[in-house]
Every structure is written in structure tokens, then in C-alpha cells.
């Protein structure tokens, strides 16, 4: 039955790789001609595939996975490769805004418009973020890719030699007929254990929805057929002739074959089973998760400032659990044309406030010494009028004893005169 459905593409999503849309299929790179490896080809062709069939890819975050799966001649994809992701950005959960530096999650197309073999990282795709569901839910972004050089800031970044055969795949693929592809981006293989550890995360709900489309590929290993209607997900359901899915509206009345629906009633007897038996079960502790739109905006923030130029947190801002926001003691500022017109800025303003800072303190200190002058002046006036009262006095004692000789009387003058002048600069701060 499910052969069937392969082959009339009633329940088939199209699934394709992505780029760059600033190419086309007959401008490849040297890099984009390579073809796969003579051992990758053998097992292609031992698993009942060619080599131009029909593909799609799984992302796996937490597991730091990205598979590649291929049609087979009965209609059915079986995994052909694996590879280890080699950097993603942000943490666990979906993308919410421009600049949350989040690595997208849920269903995506590539067509041949979004391949890019000339793209800075060695070679890339585009994974065709904001989709449907994205912009139904107001979400924001540009540019999310798959592709080389192993740096990624909300991208899925792979090693040159990876993206090299990732990329073939697809290219053989649009080759070989396929209009486009499918990736399918999870937070974690959506396994009973998986769930059931992050039963209590705030993107649950999310991840749920997400759920349905992983469960229908594991039962049917087939692309499942994507819309999106009332802002979620709804996969392999058939509207009626003349009725079509609107993002943001109803849901239409829908239908899916009896044996699709018994299928997958099992599966998920067998699935409720195992998560009870999880949630009772000792598991690994949860991996950070992005705490909604809140943590989104702050890191957006963040992200702007970063790109302005400004001196900000080496790493990103984090929400805690109880909705403070943790934040790294390091500072810098990105080496960039911006960065360093900021950097420019900021020691121009430096310079200028040291310069004012100085301009004041002269001014202050030249103050003090006018003051300290003045005292200087009236402290001696003082001492000299002193000096004169204390020698008319002396003069007009009669029978005066013996006085001592005339230095000694200038001497005994002067220390009045000292101690005078410096009693009156310590009360004019001199």
C-alpha cells in the first residue's frame, strides 16, 4: 500500500536540496562537480537505489546529526549516509526572530534556486526558512543554510569535504527529476526516552506538533505530505477537490487512507507505552532549551548591538529558568567594517572626555593657586602689621630690663612673623 502511495504522490511531500538562490543548476563550482565516493555508490545500488533517485534530510540537534536518505526502486527512502554535524548555533528549539541566532526546526524545501556553488562556505543550500508555518506564526529570518566551513551563527555548518557529498546528492537528485526536497530539522531523534525528558520544556507542545511528521515518516518511509492551516503543522491529510490549506485559517475537512490511520494508531499504542515507562525511568537531564519569543528577542538585541559594532558580551545573553538573564563578564566588539568605525568612535569620545577632564582640573588647580596667593599676601600683611604693633609696645615700656642685643630682637620678630604667616595660610588653605 505504501508503495502505492509512492508512486502516485498522493501523500508525498517533494523533497529536495537547497542553495544559495543567486545560481542555477548548470553553474557549478569545481567543488559541486564531485561526484560521490565509489563506496557510497555501491551501497546505493546494494539497497535497491540509483543514483539519481529522489532524496531528503534529517536533522537531528542534540544527536548532532544530519542523514540523507534516498528513494528506492519499491518507493520507499532507506538512509544512505550520515554525518556529524559540525557546528549549529543556539541551543535546543525552534527559530523565532531575525538574529536569535537559532537553528531553524520543523519541515523545509529545497528546490534548485536555493543551491549555491559559489558560496563563501565552500558550497551551500539554502533550507527555505521562514516556510508557511514560520510566517503564519510571525517568525523572522533570512538566509539559513546548510553548508561548509564549519562556522555557524543559526546555520547548520558541515566540513568541506561533507557539504561536498551532501551537496552531490542533491544535484544528482534535481538531475535525476526531483523538483525539490525535503529537510525535516528536529531537537532530538523523537524517541518515547526524548519526549519524555522534555515533557516539561516550554517548546513541548512544539515539539509535538513536529512529532506527527517524524511518526508518519518512521511508519511509512516516505516523506509525509506537509500544510499548514489554523498556524501548526498538519501532515498527509487529504483536503477535498477545490479546497486548499490556508496558513492562518480553518482547517479543512480532511482525509487520510484507513490503513494510514491503523498504522499509525499502533504506533502510537506502542509509543504511550514506552513513555510511561520513561517518565519513570531514570534519564540523562535535559540539554538547554531557547526560552520562547523572551530569550528570542533578548538574543536578537544582542545580536543587532553585535552587528552595530558596540562592545557587548562575548558570548550571547541566556534566560534562566526563574527569567533572569545570565550574561558573560568578557566584552568585545566584532572586527568589522562597523566594528571598527564603533571602535573609532568610542576612542574619539575617550580622548575628548580626558581632554575636558583635563581642561577642568586646570582650571581647578589654578584656581587654588590664585587662592593660595592671596592667602600668601594677606598672611604677610598680617605678620608685618604685627611686627610694628609689637615694636611700638616694646619702645614705650619703661624701666625696661636690660634688652638683648639687636639680633636677638630680630630673630624673636621674625619667628612671631612665621608662626603669624602660617596660621593665617592654613585657614586660607595656602
Known amino acids: ?3 502505492k502511495l509512492a508512486r502516485t504522490g498522493v501523500l508525498i511531500a517533494a523533497i529536495g536540496v537547497a542553495g544559495c538562490n543567486d545560481s542555477s543548476m548548470k553553474d557549478f563550482a569545481p567543488e559541486a562537480n564531485k561526484p560521490l565516493p565509489d563506496k557510497i555508490l555501491a551501497d546505493m545500488k546494494a539497497k535497491g537505489m540509483v543514483r539519481t533517485s529522489s532524496v531528503m534530510a534529517r536533522i537531528f540537534k542534540e544527536e548532532g546529526k544530519l542523514e540523507i536518505w534516498k528513494a528506492k526502486t519499491n518507493g520507499r527512502y532507506d538512509l544512505v549516509a550520515s554525518y556529524d554535524i559540525c557546528k549549529w548555533s543556539g541551543k535546543l528549539g525552534p527559530k523565532y526572530t531575525e538574529g536569535d541566532r537559532q537553528a531553524p526546526e520543523g519541515f523545509y524545501t529545497v528546490r534548485p534556486s ?9 558550497l551551500s543550500f539554502n533550507i527555505g526558512f521562514p516556510n508557511a508555518y514560520d510566517r503564519a506564526n510571525g517568525r523572522t529570518g533570512q538566509n539559513l543554510m546548510v553548508h561548509g566551513a564549519c ?6 555548518s558541515m566540513t568541506d569535504a561533507q557539504i561536498e557529498q551532501i551537496y552531490a546528492f542533491g544535484r544528482d537528485a534535481f538531475q535525476g527529476g526531483q523538483t525539490e526536497f525535503q529537510i525535516q530539522a528536529f531537537p532530538f531523534r523523537m524517541t518515547a526516552a526524548n519526549m519524555a525528558r522534555y515533557r516539561g520544556d516550554p517548546n513541548y507542545d512544539f515539539w509535538k506538533m513536529l512529532k506527527v511528521g517524524y511518526d508518519n515518516f518512521e511508519i511509512t518511509k516516505v516523506p509525509p505530505k506537509v500544510d499548514v492551516c489554523e498556524k501548526r503543522y498538519v501532515f498527509n491529510q487529504v483536503a477535498p477537490e477545490g479546497t486548499t490549506f490556508d496558513p492562518t485559517g480553518p482547517c479543512p475537512a480532511t482525509t487520510q487512507p484507513d490503513s494510514l490511520k491503523t498504522a499509525y494508531a499502533n504506533y502510537e499504542k506502542s509509543y504511550d507505552a514506552a513513555f510511561n515507562s520513561a517518565v519513570k525511568s531514570s534519564t540523562p537531564p535535559p540539554k538547554p532549551t531557547i526560552a520562547g519569543v523572551k530569550e528570542a528577542s533578548i538574543v536578537s538585541d544582542w545580536s543587532k548591538r553585535r552587528a552595530r559594532g558596540e562592545r557587548v558580551p562575548i558570548d550571547p545573553p541566556s534566560m534562566n529558568s526563574d527569567g533572569s538573564v545570565t550574561e558573560t563578564t568578557r566584552m568585545g566588539r566584532i572586527d568589522s567594517p562597523a566594528g571598527r568605525k564603533m571602535a573609532a568612535a568610542d576612542a574619539e569620545k575617550e580622548a575628548k572626555r580626558k ?3 583635563q581642561r577642568l582640573a586646570a582650571i581647578e588647580a589654578a584656581k ?4 593660595a596667593a592671596k592667602a600668601q599676601q594677606l598672611a604677610e600683611k598680617e605678620a608685618a602689621k604685627q611686627a610694628a604693633q609689637q615694636q611700638v609696645v616694646t619702645a614705650g615700656v619703661e624701666a625696661a630690663p636690660a634688652q638683648p642685643d639687636a639680633q636677638q630682637a630680630a630673630d624673636a620678630d621674625q619667628g612671631t612673623v612665621s608662626k603669624l604667616k602660617k ?3 592654613g585657614m586660607f588653605g595656602g
Request: aromatic residues 10%; charged residues 20%; glycine residues 4%.
Open 1 to 3: 500500500m505504501f508503495a
Open 114 to 122: 536555493q543551491m549555491n556553488p559559489r558560496s563563501n562556505y565552500h
Open 151 to 156: 562556522s555557524s551563527s543559526g546555520c547548520y
Open 355 to 357: 581632554a575636558e577632564e
Open 368 to 371: 587654588a593657586a590664585k587662592e
Open 423 to 425: 596660621k593665617l595660610l
